[in-house]
Every structure is written in structure tokens, then in C-alpha cells.
């Protein structure tokens, strides 16, 4: 298909306005994710391929009838339980390893691969779970992936967007992959005792909590290197800066405006301010890092407002320990008015939580549209690589590799990729994972700040978001 043609959805009598309003979204995704344009009903054209969902015959010969075996669900109830299907053959899926993938609306026969799509990027089970752990978050092993043992590393919206346009005999986009380099500002250094503070910290956390002596060597080791050079190991900004500039990677650095209680940050904005201009004279962009308390005691647009004040002009916004649950995240996103969110992400698994390796527009259940700002996933992010790794006894690297791969070979790739500010030098984490950062950009990707990503696929959105609904 060529990709001037728009692709025009149709549906038949017997689906429901719900349902046509959830696969409506998938629909529009798919195709902002394959730089398509979008139309949904209106008159039959020459100007458009049609697709049919819920039809049983199609209008014109070149149409496609979709499955259509999604049925709408109320918040409270969980997505049904996965069947693996097995996936059409092609170079791309045997380079990845993929033969299977788990679909949760279908017939035995077909997939209803719109369906799939919304499942995912929709987060739709989650808001059906009430497990939280001791932070106030899902659990992995109760989410999807855990339930089902499924791999958090293969983008299983994706990869239904690739078996879609397989069916359309879509062609594929030519847009660049490209990486959001991000930094949680949770800990900069402010005084020598604040340091060795946190270097006990970090100790005891790795001898008692991980029980990994190699982390505590790293950490004293780190230690004493700090003391001889005269400059505290958790310092990493210049350094990091520097090693970006090289690179010609520019980053997103996420500031916490508030201090709430002890699992909030060290500092404070007027501490800090220094530190911040230099970051933004670097051309790094400044985001939120929303405070521990910021969505239990609505404090996030106080925080938006610190940074403003202090002349920065934020756009994005990412929870602290990605402390978030259902809709009290992005209803809160939506009503301050940032531009995007990164924090639908794993904290103890690298890969995606939402399915999708693609900026999209999360759902709003409670509006049955999507919400106007964008999500940048978190794929990476260091600590829970360094979990993941340990607890799969897998290199760190094979898993970024795995996770960088899949990204690279579906289209649309856009995600992001954090490392701590303070994790650079084996102070908090092995050096070996802080070092990882520099091997991963790769000549055809393109790392750049989570902003700068949104604004290269907005285009692309309102295309297929924001276009007329009906063709004239």
C-alpha cells in the first residue's frame, strides 16, 4: 500500500459504541505509527483503502475485513487469559527468536489484532489490580507479565502492529529510531557529609538488601577513588555531560521540586540552581521528577510551578521510584498540562510494560478517548537492569542489546533509556552497568531528549489523530 493512500476504518452495525472508540484509538495509532493518515467511517472512496471491522462483506473488492473479537470490559475486570499464536514467518521475527506471541482476543483461528494493539498501549488490566507494593505500585508478578510469565522484553503491541500491517500489506516507515536519554536528578551532591551519607547508604543497601558484595567493593572502591581525586564519587555531571557531548547525545534531566519525606531527594531547587543552568547551558532539557507524595497530596502543579519559577520551562514529567497505579498518574498530566510522560516502565525488569516500543497517547477509560499528551516509554532504566540481569543470570548487556534490537526492528521505534545521575561511577551501582551507558547508542539510532522525540513523532500523530473523521 502506498503510504499517500489513507487508510479509512469502517465498522459494521453490530459493534458497540464502546468498542468502537477503543479500536478506534488502536486504529489511530497504528497509523500515526506508520506515518499513515487516518479516517474512521464516512462514505466509501477511491481516494482511501477501506478496512472493515465487524463487517461481514466488504464494499469493494480491495477492502480488508479485520476480526473482530474484542469485547469491552469495565476497569474492574481483567483482560482474558492469553492463548500463544504462532507468528507468520519472517526474517524479521527469526532474528529476534520469535515464533510465539500471547493474544488475548481471538477465536482459535484469527487474532483480532486491533484488539491486541488497545490491550496493551491501553494498560487496560492494570486498572483492575489492587496489589501495591510496599512503595504504593503494581508488582510485576501481579501485572501481566508476571501472571502469565510472559517476556517483558518483546513489544507485544508492536509486534500485533507489524502482523496488522502485514495483512494491509502496509510498507514500512522510513523513520529513524530514536532514544530518549533521561537522568532522575534523585541525589546530587550538596555537602561532604551529605555524600558519605549516602555512601553508607548505598553500602548497606548492597550488603543487606541486594546481599551482592561485588556492589559493596564497587561502592568502597568508588569511594576511596573519590578520595584520592578529591571529588565525591556520587559527583557525575560534569563527566557525563562531557561523555554526551562527545557522543552528540543530548539528554533529559528530571529535577525533584520538593522534598516530601526521606524517599524524596537530597536537595532542594535553591541548592541545586547552579547545577540546573549548567545542565540546560549543556543544552540538556529539564523535566519533573514528580515527588514521592505528588500524586497523594496534589502537589505535582506546585512542583511544575518551583521549576518554572526558577526560569526553567519544563514539558514533561516522570513519578519518583515510578510510583504510580491505574489513572491517578495521567489524569494529573493531563489537567497541568505537560506534553508527555515517561514513567510506564518496569522497576525491576528492562523492556516494556505497555507492549509498545512507539511514543503513543495513553487511554482515558473515563473519557473513551485518548489523552491529549504522549508517552515516551521507559524501556532501560539501570537499577532494574541490574535486577533483571541478576535474577535471569543474563549479562547486562545482552538485555539492553535484546531490548535496543526489538526497538530497532519494529517501526516507529521511540523509547527512553535512564541512568541515574549519580550511577556513573559504581557508587550506587556496579561500574560495570553506570559504564554500559556510553556502548549503547548505535550509528542508526538517534539519542536525543524525551521532548525533542515527541515533537519528531507529533507530526505523524495529528496526521492520524487530528485529521478530518470523515472523508468528503
Known sequence: MHRDVPLQLRFGSAVDAVTRARIEYAFRTFCAV?????????????????????????AREADVILPAHYRPRTCSAHAPAPRLVALSPNAAYARLGLEYVPAFHGDGRDVDWLGEIFEWISCADEYALTQRDEVGRIPYTAALHGRYNLDPTVPYASVAMFELARILQIERPGSQTAIAATHDLDYLPISFASDLRRLVKNVAIAALVERDPSLVADIVIAALRGALRGRSPLDCIDAMLEGEKKRGITSTANVICRNTCARDANYTLAQVAATLRKL?????????HGSYMSLRDGGLGNELEALRAQGFTPCGVRAHWLRYAGDDLFSEVARLGFDYDSTVGFVNRVGFRSG?????????????????????????????????????????????????????????GGVSVLWHNAAFEGAQLPRAIGRLYWDLPRPTQRWTTSAQLVNDRRVCFQRAFDAPAVLR
Open 34 to 58: 506508520y506515518e499513515l493518515e487516518a479516517i474512521v467511517e464516512g462514505p466509501a472512496s477511491s481516494l482511501a483503502r477501506a478496512v472493515h471491522y465487524g463487517d461481514s462483506e466488504p
Open 280 to 288: 540546560e547551558h549543556s543544552g540538556a532539557e529539564l523535566g519533573v
Open 356 to 412: 509498545a516500543s512507539f511514543v503513543h497517547r495513553p487511554y482515558n477509560f473515563a473519557a473513551e478517548a485518548p489523552y491529549p499528551f504522549f508517552e515516551v516509554p521507559l524501556a532501560i532504566m539501570d537499577g532494574a537492569l541490574y535486577t533483571h540481569a541478576r535474577e535471569a543470570h543474563a549479562s547486562p548487556r545482552s538485555l539492553c542489546d535484546r531490548v535496543l534490537d526489538m526497538t530497532d526492528a519494529f517501526p516507529g
